[in-house]
C-alpha cells in the first residue's frame, strides 16, 4: 500500500511546483509579495488521512519518514493527519502515576480514553525512534470512527485543511505537471454570477459547489481488469451526466474539486453510514 500512496502524494505535491509557476509567469515585480512574503504553502496544502499512523510498525513508520524526505521540497505543504489516543484510569483527582494519565472530570466513567485529530508536517521535530511531534491536536467527543472508517477518516482530518476548495482522492492514483497547469481554468468554473443562465440545480446563486472528474484507468492484468475499468469509466461519465440532470453526484474516490465549507455545511466530505453504500461520499 505504501507504493501506491507515495505515488498518489507525489503526483498531487505537483500541485505545489504548478503554482510557483503560475506565479513566476503573472507576477508583479514591484509587488510586495514578488519578496519574500510569497510561500506556495500558504496556498496549498496535501493532507494525508494516515488514520493508523500511531498504530504503525518500525518499517511502515520508516516508510513514512522517507516519504517525507523524498518530498521535502514541499516543505509546510505536505502534512499528515492521524488519530491519537490516551488511556485514562483512576479517579478525576488522582494524579499519582500509579494512576496513569491525569483524568478530567468531563470525561464519562465509562470511557477509558480520550481521543485526539492530530496533524504534523516536515518541520516538527522527531524522537528517538522515529515518530513526529505533531504540531496540532484536537480532542475528539469520543471514538471517531462511527461508519466503515473510511468516511470518518476524512471529516475528521479536514478541519486541518486550508483555503475555499479542498480535492478529495483515492490512494490508488497519480497525476502530472502538465495536468496540474490546468489549475486556474478548474477554479475558474467555481466562478458564476447569481441568476446565471444555466445554473443547474448544484449550484447556488449561479455558483457551482462540486466540480466532477472521472478517473482514467489504465489496466495491463487481462479481460477482468478491462471490464472493471470500462464499469469505472462509464459510472464517471455516462452515468454521472445522468444525475447531473437530476441535480445529484455520486463521489466514491474520483478527484472532485469541492468548495469545502458548503460540504462541511452539509454533513461533510465523506458519508458516515455504516454498511450501506460502501463508497465514501454519497450526495
Known amino acids: 500500500r505504501m507504493q501506491t500512496l507515495y505515488r498518489t502524494v507525489a503526483g498531487m505535491c505537483l500541485y505545489h511546483p504548478a503554482i510557483q509557476c503560475h506565479y513566476d509567469a503573472n507576477r508583479y515585480e514591484d509587488s510586495a509579495l514578488a519578496g519574500k512574503v510569497w510561500d506556495v504553502s500558504d496556498c496549498f496544502t496535501c493532507l494525508i488521512s494516515m488514520q493508523r499512523y500511531r498504530a504503525f510498525n518500525p518499517t511502515e513508520l520508516e516508510h513514512t519518514n522517507r516519504m517525507f524526505k523524498k518530498l521535502q521540497h514541499v516543505g509546510k505543504s505536505l502534512k499528515v493527519a492521524y488519530i491519537d489516543n490516551t488511556r485514562h484510569v483512576g479517579t478525576a483527582t488522582d494524579r499519582t502515576p500509579t494512576a496513569g494519565a491525569y483524568r478530567p472530570p468531563t470525561l464519562h466513567?465509562?470511557?477509558?480514553?480520550?481521543?485526539?485529530?492530530?496533524?504534523?508536517?516536515?518541520?516538527?521535530?522527531?524522537?528517538?525512534?522515529g515518530w513526529r511531534k505533531p504540531k496540532f491536536h484536537v480532542e475528539l467527543p469520543g471514538f471517531p470512527i462511527l461508519g466503515d472508517g473510511k468516511g470518518d477518516n476524512q471529516n475528521h482530518a479536514i478541519i486541518f485543511t486550508r483555503g475555499t476548495f479542498c480535492q478529495c482522492i483515492d490512494s490508488n492514483q497519480g497525476a502530472y505537471f502538465e495536468q496540474m497547469m490546468l489549475l486556474p481554468c478548474v477554479l475558474g468554473e467555481f466562478r458564476g454570477e447569481a441568476g446565471a443562465a444555466g445554473a443547474g440545480p448544484k449550484t447556488i446563486g449561479g455558483m457551482k459547489q462540486i466540480i466532477g472528474f472521472p478517473e482514467h484507468i489504465t489496466s495491463d492484468i487481462g479481460s477482468i481488469g478491462d471490464f472493471a475499468a470500462g464499469s469505472e469509466t462509464a459510472f464517471g461519465t455516462i452515468l454521472q451526466r445522468s444525475y447531473a440532470a437530476l441535480g445529484a453526484r455520486m463521489h466514491y474516490g474520483h478527484p472532485d474539486l469541492m468548495q469545502k465549507c458548503w460540504m462541511m455545511q452539509q454533513g461533510g466530505v465523506s458519508k458516515a453510514t455504516k454498511t450501506l453504500n460502501l463508497s465514501e461520499d454519497i450526495f
Open 109 to 129: 466513567p465509562r470511557q477509558g480514553r480520550r481521543y485526539f485529530s492530530c496533524v504534523f508536517d516536515g518541520t516538527c521535530e522527531m524522537d528517538k525512534e
